[in-house]
């Protein structure tokens, strides 16, 4: 076999298979693992007690509300104070293929704060992610590596001038949960390890409690309520 059949060979194999991955992209639902017909994502995130060695929740700190669309991908995202003040808004919004073009994340007076705007690898993942101020000017970037699930498993943030300065490796368990984000800086020198506990499932499947951990010390927990 000559080496020019072997090429075109891989070449179509290659092309086969991104087309097939890119036929059979992710909504959100399925991007971030969450199984059945979910419409709404209520969270409740608690701190813990101080100086304590087990995740003993504390004080509430914020509860967010994500809301689906019908075709599976994310719509509107708030958050809210303790008090039940709105503190931020985010609106997501797509093209005509399904794929997110930007957030524009509000805040709780309704001013824009930031607008990040996404571009794609071939298999349909979110490659780059562009961060704007209010005034257009972009002030930090990230791009991001997938594994064959689809998982991001490197995340590199970069400032405004286009300089690394924050590295992420991140694992997942067999369910496709995140557990673990291992941060770096542009020298290689860890910063944080953040690990993430589950517990309490419901029906479908989905987590309804995580614990959050810095370091191996509980920072953390959140409650976590699905309609559907």
């Given at each position: 076999m000559s080496s020019v059949y072997k090429f075109f060979i891989a070449f179509t194999v290659?092309?086969?298979?991104?087309?097939s991955v890119i036929a059979q992209q992710k909504n959100d639902l399925k991007r971030y693992k969450l199984k059945g017909d979910v419409k709404i994502v209520t969270e409740?995130?608690?701190?813990?007690?101080?100086?304590?060695?087990?995740?003993?929740?504390?004080?509430?700190?914020?509860?967010?509300?994500?809301?689906?669309?019908?075709?599976?991908?994310?719509?509107?995202?708030?958050?809210?104070?303790?008090?039940?003040?709105v503190m931020s808004r985010s609106i997501f919004n797509y093209n005509d293929s399904g794929k997110l073009v930007n957030i524009k994340r509000y805040r709780g007076d309704?001013?824009?704060?930031?607008?990040?705007?996404?571009?794609?690898?071939?298999a349909g993942n979110e490659a780059e992610e562009l961060n704007y101020d209010p005034s257009g000017t972009l002030f930090m970037s990230g791009k991001g590596k997938y594994d064959l699930n689809g998982n991001r498993i490197v995340y590199d943030r970069y400032n405004q001038f286009g300089h690394l300065f924050l590295k992420s490796n991140i694992r997942y368990d067999k369910k496709g949960n995140e557990i673990e984000e291992r941060e770096y800086d542009s020298h290689q020198a860890l910063?944080?390890?953040?690990?993430?506990?589950?517990?309490?499932?419901?029906?479908?499947?989905?987590?309804?409690?995580?614990?959050t951990y810095k370091n191996k010390v509980p920072r953390a927990i959140i409650e976590r309520e699905l309609a559907y």
């Amino acid at each position: 076999m000559s080496s020019v059949y072997k090429f075109f060979i891989a070449f179509t194999v290659t092309v086969f298979t991104a087309s097939s991955v890119i036929a059979q992209q992710k909504n959100d639902l399925k991007r971030y693992k969450l199984k059945g017909d979910v419409k709404i994502v209520t969270e409740l995130e608690y701190s813990v007690q101080p100086n304590s060695k087990d995740a003993i929740k504390d004080g509430l700190k914020v509860k967010s509300i994500c809301k689906y669309n019908p075709a599976g991908n994310r719509s509107e995202y708030l958050t809210y104070s303790p008090a039940g003040e709105v503190m931020s808004r985010s609106i997501f919004n797509y093209n005509d293929s399904g794929k997110l073009v930007n957030i524009k994340r509000y805040r709780g007076d309704g001013g824009l704060n930031v607008t990040t705007e996404y571009k794609y690898d071939i298999a349909g993942n979110e490659a780059e992610e562009l961060n704007y101020d209010p005034s257009g000017t972009l002030f930090m970037s990230g791009k991001g590596k997938y594994d064959l699930n689809g998982n991001r498993i490197v995340y590199d943030r970069y400032n405004q001038f286009g300089h690394l300065f924050l590295k992420s490796n991140i694992r997942y368990d067999k369910k496709g949960n995140e557990i673990e984000e291992r941060e770096y800086d542009s020298h290689q020198a860890l910063q944080f390890s953040t690990t993430y506990e589950y517990s309490k499932f419901d029906n479908h499947g989905n987590w309804l409690v995580r614990i959050t951990y810095k370091n191996k010390v509980p920072r953390a927990i959140i409650e976590r309520e699905l309609a559907y």
